[in-house]
């Protein structure tokens, strides 16, 4: 008789409990927090807090009823893609999620393609720039990036700006040759000449020999498709002892001069030209506001990167789905919505390409330049509303 009456208070205070939270619409975000990648869960949770501290934590349905937005973070602590599914698992059964977010490397994102299809629940993927991971899941909406979207852009740039020659040092992992088949594609196609390619391990710092065979090769540029970090600095620091930069040998790249890498670098990366979708330089009011937050939040050294602007974003999509819907719409109504949605974004203007459930947006060519004493990128071009090329090149089947 104890047991059943323990039994009956759990259940009554399971429903009470149910009934006060019926009104929390449940955000599930799977990140890095530890580990090798762990800035990544760390800058995705800082914007989604500074998000909701200047727009609130709750948002009128479309009845007038209030939903209050509760984001319930896991570490995948830089593991692979059994731990994201085993987390995801976890959040729908145990938490019962509305929706997941986050995922930042490619795998971990992929990962829950079946889970998401199986509870009818959308994912907003806020890195993971594999092209094709978005025809993984009909349940799947992407607020980022794919590699060819960003180097396309610059190898048209290039030859605009007639460089005619280049040479390519790339990291060997899936996102390096992305990039490698990408710009010589587009720079052949456009009358370029690739007049020498590398590929150097993903954790490689000694660029010495590399330079060599550059110097050789006399291209007008290098590109480099290199991890932010020891990697980009050793390669770029190789460039200018080795003599290219005073060779008159541009260094072009993608995301290997974002503002929170800068200061690692010496000048010596003055005048090296990127395309990227985001710069932290840009006086858009949504990047005014996110800058101001993140500093008053978490102290003058809290930089915006490409993970906080689609922290940014992929929470304001959430925002306005539930606004539009409500907390009990099915996944797939939601994801109709936001398939069509355009974003007021720090990085400018993007929109949501309604065949494909992922990112259209603006590129920008940018120059590190020194201003006041600080390394910044400063816009020089802009490609208005570009597409993922992988999409265009390989279009998706229809019945």
Do not use: C
Request: avoid cysteine; charged fraction near 20%; hydrophobic fraction near 40%.
């Amino acid at each position: 008789m104890k047991w059943l009456l323990g039994a009956a208070l759990a259940a009554s205070v399971w429903l009470t409990a149910g009934t006060a939270m019926a009104d929390v619409v449940k955000i599930g975000l799977i990140a890095d927090f530890t580990g090798a990648f762990a800035n990544w869960g760390q800058q995705f949770q800082q914007a989604i807090e500074a998000y909701q501290a200047v727009h609130g934590k709750t948002v009128k349905g479309p009845d007038g009823k209030t939903h209050e937005i509760e984001f319930i973070y896991r570490d995948n602590a830089s593991a692979g893609p059994d731990k994201t599914k085993q987390l995801a698992e976890e959040l729908v059964l145990r938490e019962k999620v509305k929706m997941l977010a986050g995922f930042d490397l490619s795998p971990h994102a992929m990962a829950v393609g079946e889970i998401s299809v199986q509870a009818k629940i959308p994912v907003v993927i806020m890195n993971a720039a594999t092209a094709s991971i978005v025809r993984g899941s009909p349940y799947y909406v992407r607020v980022s990036m794919t590699i060819p979207q960003n180097v396309v852009p610059l190898a048209q740039w290039a030859i605009k700006n007639n460089i005619k020659k280049v040479y390519m040092i790339t990291s060997d992992y899936a996102p390096g040759h992305d990039a490698e088949q990408y710009f010589s594609k587009e720079f052949k196609k456009l009358g370029g000449e690739i007049v020498g390619s590398d590929r150097s391990p993903i954790r490689e710092t000694n660029f010495g020999v590399y330079m060599e065979k550059v110097l050789q090769a006399k291209p007008d540029a290098l590109y480099m498709f290199q991890p932010a970090g020891a990697p980009s600095n050793a390669l770029v620091k190789a460039y200018s002892e080795r003599g290219l930069k005073a060779a008159g040998i541009k260094l072009l790249g993608t995301g290997e001069t974002q503002q929170i890498m800068l200061d690692q670098f010496t000048d010596d990366i003055i005048g090296t030209v990127t395309s990227f979708h985001y710069t932290e330089t840009n006086t858009n009011p949504a990047n005014l506001a996110l800058k101001a937050q993140l500093k008053k939040m978490f102290g003058e050294k809290a930089i915006p990167d490409i993970a906080s602007i689609a922290a940014w974003d992929g929470t304001d999509l959430i925002y306005r789905s539930v606004a539009a819907l409500g907390s009990n719409a099915e996944g797939l109504k939601y994801i109709d919505f936001m398939k069509t949605a355009k974003l007021n974004s720090p990085r400018g203007p993007a929109a949501i390409d309604p065949v494909e459930r992922d990112i259209v947006q603006n590129m920008y060519i940018r120059r590190v330049e020194k201003r006041d004493g600080k390394l910044v990128n400063i816009d020089i071009d802009t490609v208005p509303m570009v597409k993922d090329p992988w999409k265009i090149d390989n279009p998706a089947k229809t019945n």
